[in-house]
């Protein structure tokens, strides 16, 4: 492909020292032209999270889709969404700041937890290196990917975390007697059978229909074919087939308009035919950049030939799916960052509700051209955090998520880096205490709010007594934490019951980024602006910390019932019953490691059911620190109890100015095999930060080898 424009390697090097003046026509000059053209990247801010209206599904055509929220969580969990915990950290410092004077680049992916590992550590070096086999390289992959994801060669080093942009939309197709309508028109499904061979069992036919948008969802599977579609406001075809439609039973009307949905018909099925007694007048269909075909495989390998900032440019460009941030770093002294992936632009509406399948304005337009999307490049700052945070300003040209993180990691990590660059020099170890950080974003609420609260019960008033004494740390063996965490739970789901859920009118909304918008991006809203959140454990909790903070630095908040010292009490008194029931009456006893603990289930045999299987493959559980919404990000689900469910992935910081210098550890370890030595043997040093040596060099390489396989052809 050609060259991004503005490609700094096209022009002279930088200067090694992050912030150094900007010569004419130097490698700044040009990165800081492409960063201006996207807007600048911006270091923890909170999303605009505003409520949802009808608007924005259905703007111009009178439909309002704000019935569909069941609906969106339904095929959320079908598709498999990302989940709670899904993200990442990465962050570069610049060599200005650096023990070595060469940059130190830190990594660590989030993901759910699993065993074995999903990542492989491995180094890729050609025997000779020439032309023909440039590889020398090394870091994580995945197994059976002939290349390094997260790592670096002899010139460059790179990380990844998410970049949360929406690349996907859902949309209502309007059904016909041969088809589904567009534009006005009749147009009939593109239909093709899939078969799925089953090892051991029949084989499985699908009969896949798809329109200009992608693949039709309902009716695909037994699973797919019980989804739900709600009524929905359709004018049209209120005014086009209004008293035709005679219900037997079922739903009430809305909007004048009969049932538009229950459950969907399967494939195949005659349009208007009878579906729990109404006529299916809509499917859903997908529109997701994952289902082209694109070049990311080919961008992994130009990954780990890169040898500048243009190379590693050149390789971002042909990642397409999934969209990462990519930060960067060389042995010539410069750090970046680019915004990679074919991330779409919409015409009508933003995607963030089901759109109007029937109306070609709102389809995509193309995709945002890969030199206006977002780039540093050796900041003044010296250094470049991403946290799955905002990456622009609300006046970037392109829409790109409102499913940012709100920032909390991005921002204690700026934090932490700051406060080491002050102390200086940053050297690895520093890089690696960052990434164990657990300081829990509600800690100093949840104090303040409690301090000086008049409690009847003794042993609730020592339990809070310890959580006034508390660093604020998710440490493993923190008592406090262990409370801290039973109690944050208990507040919010105390607050959720008084209101029976969580919906409140836009007026009575939490202030968010904006101004007067909701703190709620996690679900769709009304007509009124009442955002409705389906379930509390679809949402993330760095959300639910950023409400609940907001709420306890209001005492008048609507959301205490008139009564917060009340609330406050039930709260404390609840999470003492609690962590009572669960770890004793005795707080010398409690201990947020044991609560928290990493169970290590084995993905295929772990929950065969089969107690001696399951023995046979599972291991754990490991005691862990940190929490959901914490640098050190452990999360775990509420309505599954406080055990780790997602996990950093892996970890490693590396040294450019010695590769040999840096270190890495996996979540459990090298091999898939249950018995081996090396199935889990890094779980406990992954449990307390303990990184390894990252030998590169040959010398390294062979000093640490405990066995050689040689495989001849």
């Known amino acids: 492909i ?71 969580t339904q095929v959320d969990a079908l598709v498999g969404g990302a989940g709670e915990g899904i993200g990442s950290n990465s962050w570069v410092v610049a060599g200005s700041h650096t023990e070595t004077g060469a940059p130190l680049l830190a990594n660590d992916p989030h993901l759910g937890a699993a065993l074995p590992s999903v990542w492989t550590q491995m180094q890729l070096r050609c025997a000779e290196v020439t032309d023909e086999c440039p590889f020398d390289v090394g870091g994580y992959s995945f197994s059976g990917l002939p290349g390094i994801v997260i790592g670096h060669n002899q010139q460059v080093a790179w990380g990844f975390t998410n970049l949360t942009t929406d690349v996907a939309d859902l949309y209502l197709e309007r059904r016909t007697d041969d088809g589904y309508e567009r534009d006005g028109e009749s147009v009939p499904f593109d239909v093709r059978t899939e078969t799925i061979e089953v090892a051991g069992g029949e084989d499985v036919e699908l009969e896949i229909r798809e329109t200009v948008h992608g693949p039709v969802l309902d009716g695909l599977t037994p699973e797919f074919t019980d989804l739900q579609i709600p009524p929905v406001a359709d004018p049209v075809l209120e005014a086009t087939q209004g008293d035709e439609q005679e219900p037997s039973s079922g739903p009430d009307e809305q909007a004048g308009v009969q049932n538009t949905g229950t459950a969907a018909s399967g494939a195949g099925s005659e349009a208007g035919g009878d579906a729990g007694g109404y006529e299916n007048l809509y499917d859903v269909s997908l529109r997701w950049t994952a289902l082209d075909a694109g070049t990311t495989a080919q961008a992994i390998f130009a990954l780990n030939t890169a040898g500048d900032f243009a190379d590693f440019r050149q390789a971002a460009a042909l990642f397409d799916v999934p969209a990462q941030n990519l930060i960067y770093a060389d042995t010539d002294g410069n750090i970046g960052y680019q915004a990679p992936g074919r991330l779409p632009i919409r015409g009508e509406g933003d995607g963030w509700l089901p759109q109007p399948g029937w109306d070609s304005a709102y389809d995509w337009q193309g995709f945002i051209p890969f030199e206006e999307l977002p780039v540093v490049y050796n900041p003044d700052s010296g250094y470049i955090v991403t946290a799955n945070n905002a990456i622009v300003n609300d006046d970037y040209d392109y829409f790109l998520s409102r499913d940012w993180d709100y920032g909390y990691r991005a921002d204690r990590i700026v934090e932490l880096v700051e406060d080491a660059i002050e102390e200086g020099p940053v050297s690895v170890a520093d890089m690696a205490a960052i990434q164990m950080d657990n300081r829990m974003p509600a800690a100093e609420s949840l104090q303040s709010a409690y301090d000086g609260l008049d409690l009847d019960d003794g042993d609730v008033a020592e339990a809070l007594a310890l959580l006034g004494e ?167 689900e509420m309505d599954e109890g406080y055990a780790t469910t997602t996990v950093p992935s892996l970890r490693m910081v590396v040294d450019v100015g010695d590769w040999d210098a840096s270190t890495w550890q996996n979540l459990t370890g090298q091999s898939g095999h249950a018995f081996h030595e090396h199935y889990r043997d890094q779980a406990e040093d992954w449990a307390t930060g303990t990184q390894y040596a990252w030998g590169f060099s040959p010398e390294a390489v062979d000093a640490a080898a405990e066995d050689t396989l040689t495989l001849t052809p």
């Open 470 to 636: 508390w660093d604020g740390q998710n440490d493993a063996d923190s008592a406090a934490a262990a409370y801290a965490n039973v109690l944050w739970s208990n507040l919010l789901g105390r607050m959720i019951e008084t209101h029976g859920t969580l919906v409140t009118p836009e007026s009575e909304q939490a202030e968010g980024k904006g101004g007067g918008e909701s703190v709620d991006a996690g679900g769709a809203a009304d007509a009124d602006g009442a955002v409705a959140r389906p379930t509390i454990a679809r949402d993330d909790q760095s959300r639910l910390a950023v409400f609940l903070e907001q709420q306890l630095e209001d005492e008048d908040s609507p959301w205490w019932d008139g009564d917060r010292a009340a609330l406050l009490r039930d709260a404390a008194q609840q999470a003492h019953e609690e962590i009572t029931d669960l770890q004793g009456g005795n707080p010398e006893d409690w201990n947020w490691g044991e609560l928290h603990a990493l169970p290590l289930t084995h993905q295929t045999f772990g929950t065969s059911g089969i107690a001696p299987v399951e023995a046979l493959f599972n291991r754990g559980p490991v005691e862990t620190g940190g929490g959901s919404g914490v640098v050190n990000a452990t999360g775990w």
């Open 2 to 72: 050609p060259a991004p424009a503005g490609d700094p390697a096209e022009d002279t090097a930088a200067e090694a020292e992050a912030g150094s003046a900007d010569e004419p026509g130097s490698a700044d000059e040009a990165a800081d032209d492409a960063e201006a053209a996207a807007g600048p990247m911006e270091i923890g801010t909170d999303p605009v999270a505003g409520a949802v209206t009808a608007a924005a599904g259905g703007a111009g055509l009178g439909v309002d889709f704000s019935a569909l929220t069941d609906l969106l």
